[in-house]
């Protein structure tokens, strides 16, 4: 079998109909779809995926489990697939009718452990594509060739994985953490022998604010730092933190960026705020000298400045402005 489809579920009824639609919908028909129902407590979908797995045998297999969170579903799906490749789909998003088919035909032109693929946001009606990627086409690459990778959204839906990424290394997404995905897609990168990055938008990633994304607690915010520590002690094990010190560290800096500017939208008097920079500076103190630093850009690099200064109300009015006219 060439592709396992996994789908963590967890109290989604009305998103997961559509999603699971779009995955029978393929014209393609070497792959399997695996429902993980995470302890779901609506009442529905231990249901809905039952019925699926009833309704279509030789596709649809459901497992159910007790909670162990996104990334405790997605361990269990791939502990029970039988496909060479792993695409994890979330249960509130959709796919194009045209996924597998698509890559399918690249895998036969340049065989891979990876494939990255744009996507597009889904917000009520509206579409908007996802950025492109800063990297070449259709080519192997490995880590080693284009750090840069490290710097690509992390997200596991975007990409499909060769199975033995996980099988063969031990590696698994952590259960019950935020920024799981930034745990485990570093990690791949490094153990894959070729990654090969495609043009066509094939994922649908829909905002809701039910997500985990939108979760009001803002405190969780902080796991990004056990996230970003759980790879520097990674490519430490693996003796190779001082080959990608400068990518890793410009990860950790956009990251902290990006964490601290959500947290401060929501509540700029957090009394966790310094930590993000804090963090920075106790692992990566040379950061301003990194010579990378420059390629997040002038905003960025403002944002930055402005945290280190603890300047919260000031950057909180800069997003504000900027969003108004961004028309958002």
């Not at 597998?100 to 597009?120: E, R, T, V, W």
């Not at 070729?194 to 803002?218: A, D």
Request: a neutral charge; glycine letters at 4%.
């Amino acid at each position: 079998m060439l592709f396992s489809l996994v789908v963590p579920v967890y109290n989604v009824a009305q998103y997961l109909p559509k999603c699971v639609e779009s995955l029978l919908a393929q014209d393609f028909e070497d792959y399997e779809i695996l429902l993980v129902d995470d302890g779901s407590t609506d009442g529905i979908c231990p249901v809905l995926c039952d019925q699926y797995a009833a309704q279509y045998p030789q596709r649809i297999h459901a497992i159910h489990q007790k909670n162990c969170g996104l990334g405790g579903a997605r361990n269990t799906g791939l502990e029970a697939a039988s496909g060479e490749y792993l695409f994890f789909v979330d249960s509130d998003d959709y796919i194009e009718k045209d996924s597998l088919s698509y890559l399918s035909k690249q895998i036969s032109k340049n065989p891979a452990d990876m494939y990255f693929f744009p996507f597009q946001y889904v917000k009520g009606n509206l579409l908007s594509p996802s950025k492109p990627y800063n990297l070449p086409l259709h080519v192997p690459l490995t880590l080693q060739a284009y750090p840069r990778l490290l710097m690509e959204t992390p997200s596991a839906t975007v990409r499909i994985w060769r199975r033995t990424l996980f099988t063969e290394t031990g590696i698994r997404f952590p259960g019950r953490v935020w920024f799981e995905d930034l745990c485990t897609t570093p990690k791949c990168l490094h153990k894959a022998a070729s990654i090969v990055v495609l043009e066509k938008p094939l994922y649908y990633y829909l905002l809701r604010e039910g997500s985990i994304m939108h979760n009001p607690n803002l405190r969780r915010n902080l796991e990004i730092i056990d996230a970003l520590e759980t790879l520097r002690t990674y490519f430490e094990a693996e003796g190779c933190f001082a080959e990608y010190e400068e990518t890793l560290c410009l990860l950790v800096v956009d990251s902290c960026i990006f964490t601290a500017q959500r947290v401060l939208m929501a509540d700029p008097d957090a009394d966790f705020l310094p930590r993000f920079i804090d963090y920075v500076q106790k692992y990566y103190p040379d950061y301003r000298q990194n010579p990378l630093l420059p390629t997040l850009g002038r905003k960025k690099l403002l944002v930055l400045r402005l945290l280190e200064r603890k300047r919260y109300w000031l950057l909180r009015r800069l997003f504000t402005l900027s969003h108004r006219l961004q028309g958002r």
